[in-house]
Structures are given as structure tokens and as C-alpha cells.
Nanobody, 125 residues
Framework: VQLQASGGGLVQPGGSLRLSCAAS????????VGWFRQAPGREREFVAA????????YYADSVKGRLTISRDNAKNTVYLQMNSLKFEDTAVYYC???????????????????WGQGTLVTVSS
């Protein structure tokens, strides 16, 4: 499966963005799709994940209530709606997917085999 992330940009604190992760090559219906981010000088960290078949979602504590992961079956695309953005949300955001992954590994970047290119989100006044 190939993943294409898009939607990043410059936004003021408190603003919103919606990131997209469009898949091609295979349907995502048997995959877990995750969003990760990496700020300068920091390790890649888990943001959110979606188990496509069950529609179940998982979030990092730092983004709960502000970011929402969702899917569009017809478009084979996963979204990350980002509201109430903060300075500390500035990072390159990556989407990732894997079929054979257990719940405890959803939060671990190395557990995912397929990655899209990053899209930069900058929160600045």
C-alpha cells in the first residue's frame, strides 16, 4: 500500500487544520492507520490511530479532545482533524499503516511497515 499525506500548513494558535492520508494500491479496510509527528530535535511520537475495520480510535493524551482521526471508506483515506492547535503541535506529521499489528503496538512507530511522506504543520502567531 502507498500512502500520501497532505494538508499541512501554517496556522495560528487556536486554529484548525485537516490532514489527509490517501492510500493507493490496496484497500485500508484490513489495516490499522496511525498518525505520528516529529518536531525538530525530538523523536517521532504517536498521535492517533484507527483500526479501520472496527472504526476504533486511539489517541495520545496530549491531543485528546482536540484532534480527531476518521476515515472515508469510498476515498480510502484517513483524516486527522486538528482543532485548538497549540505551539507544541508544530511538527512534521506522518501517516502509517500496517495489517499485522497488535493493540499494544499501535503507539509504536517501528511497528508500522508502510509510511507516507511527512506534511509540515507550523503553529505560529
Amino acid at each position: 500500500v502507498q500512502l500520501q499525506a497532505s494538508g499541512g500548513g501554517l496556522v495560528q494558535p487556536g486554529g484548525s487544520l485537516r490532514l489527509s492520508c490517501a492510500a493507493s494500491g490496496r484497500s485500508l479496510r484490513t489495516y490499522v492507520v496511525g498518525w505520528f509527528r516529529q518536531a525538530p530535535g525530538r523523536e517521532r511520537e504517536f498521535v492517533a490511530a484507527l483500526k479501520w475495520s472496527a472504526g476504533r480510535t486511539y489517541y495520545a493524551d496530549s491531543v485528546k479532545g482536540r484532534l480527531t482521526i476518521s476515515r472515508d471508506n469510498a476515498k480510502n483515506t484517513v483524516y486527522l482533524q486538528m482543532n485548538s492547535l497549540k505551539f507544541e503541535d508544530t511538527a512534521v506529521y506522518y501517516c502509517a499503516a500496517d495489517e499485522r499489528i497488535i493493540v499494544s503496538s499501535y503507539y509504536t512507530a517501528t511497528a508500522y511497515d508502510y509510511w507516507g511522506q511527512g506534511t509540515l504543520v507550523t503553529v505560529s502567531s
